[in-house]
Nanobody, 113 residues
Framework: QVQLAESGGGSVHAGGSLTLSCVFS??????MGWYRQAPGKQRELVAD???????SFGDFVEGRFTISRDYNKNTVNLHLNSLKTEDTAVYLC?????????WGQGTQVTVSS
């Protein structure tokens, strides 16, 4: 059974950092990454990484976040730095396998001023 298990969300002050982790189990995935969704807004790409290590980021990231992929542990980590209040959202782990999308349940990130 395919599962995506997220961890690492929480509450921080603006300027702080968090690391989110997602463990993929039950299958291997091609594209792996993170999206986010804030109340009343559309879901948007935060970052993703291909099997070859190529990364993509949402325009709003502006160099503040990094994504890393551990192939042995089938895990993707998202490092959030210089967080802003507008980064407050539910962050969802995402995987693509054989053209099908898989989603985690999400982890809340709250940034206060």
């Amino acid at each position: 059974q395919v599962q995506l298990a997220e961890s690492g969300g929480g509450s921080v002050h603006a300027g702080g950092s968090l690391t989110l982790s997602c463990v993929f189990s039950g299958a291997t995935f091609s594209l792996m990454g993170w999206y986010r969704q804030a109340p009343g807004k559309q879901r948007e790409l935060v970052a993703d990484v291909t099997p070859g290590g190529l990364t993509s980021f949402g325009d709003f990231v502006e160099g503040r976040f990094t994504i890393s992929r551990d192939y042995n542990k089938n895990t993707v980590n998202l490092h959030l730095n210089s967080l802003k209040t507008e980064d407050t959202a539910v962050y969802l782990c995402y995987g693509l396998r054989l053209g099908k999308e898989y989603w985690g349940q999400g982890t809340q990130v709250t940034v206060s001023s």
